[in-house]
T-cell receptor
Framework: DQQVKQNSPSLSVQEGRISILNCDYT??????FLWYKKYPAEGPTFLIS?????DKNEDGRFTVFLNKSAKHLSLHIVPSQPGDSAVYFC???????????FGKGTRLSVIA | GAVVSQHPSRVICKSGTSVKIECRSL??????MFWYRQFPKQSLMLMAT?????????EQGVEKDKFLINHASLTLSTLTVTSAHPEDSSFYIC?????????????FGPGTRLTVL
């Protein structure tokens, strides 16, 4: 039973356009959500996070939106750049007392 | 920022041998470290949570006698894959939490690619 789902295994976007990566979760106890970026043969690197008390968090080109009622979050990257091409993992946790639960990831390809 | 290293980055071994992977927090003390494995096109699967000075907590389905975890110091955790078989071939990644930090404040190592022939 997957508690964190990323239903799109891949996404292709043209350079300069917006990339939208989606993530759904089933556990209503999750209250902290993170996005990680991963290049092949490397560990994930933290990108951006959001607490359940917020519905939006922005950091430069990256914005995460949280819709608690729908148990859905999304990562927006605008404008997309070729260097953004990587696998993006959505992760969730419960008040910091449980380990992160990861989705399967979405491979983003930004085409020049 | 907090840096986590792993050694080796890549290892190839024969079936039946044991392999040790090290995870180090370079500029902070990590009371809690986590071990994950990732199969191609799959998610990061948590294998175990390692707390300094105590036994690791393994996730369901992970054989603790096969994947030995030792967290002997605040900067080092090791994962030993004993009697490795080809199905153990995977990408193993560790992460560490800052002291007093929530589990969600994790910093990941670069990973170790294990290939068992």
């Amino acid at each position: 039973d997957q508690q964190v789902k990323q239903n799109s295994p891949s996404l292709s976007v043209q350079e300069g356009r917006i990339s939208i990566l989606n993530c759904d979760y089933t556990n209503s106890m999750f209250d902290y959500f993170l996005w990680y970026k991963k290049y092949p043969a490397e560990g994930p690197t933290f990108l951006i996070s959001i607490s359940s008390i917020k519905d939006k968090n922005e950091d430069g080109r990256f914005t995460v939106f949280l819709n608690k009622s729908a148990k859905h979050l999304s990562l927006h990257i605008v404008p997309s750049q070729p260097g953004d091409s990587a696998v993006y993992f959505c992760a969730a946790s419960n008040s910091g007392n449980t380990p992160l639960v990861f989705g399967k990831g979405t491979r983003l390809s930004v085409i020049a | 920022g907090a840096v986590v290293s792993q050694h080796p980055s890549r290892v190839i071994c024969k079936s039946g041998t044991s392999v040790k992977i090290e995870c180090r927090s370079l500029d902070f003390q990590a009371t809690t470290m986590f071990w994950y494995r990732q199969f191609p096109k799959q998610s990061l699967m948590l294998m175990a949570t390692s707390n300094e000075g105590s036994k690791a907590t393994y996730e369901q389905g992970v054989e603790k006698d096969k994947f030995l975890i030792n967290h002997a110091s605040l900067t080092l955790s090791t994962l030993t894959v004993t009697s490795a078989h080809p199905e153990d071939s995977s990408f193993y990644i560790c992460s560490a939490s800052l002291p007093g930090g929530a589990y969600n404040e994790q910093f990941f190592g670069p990973g170790t690619r294990l290939t068992v022939l």
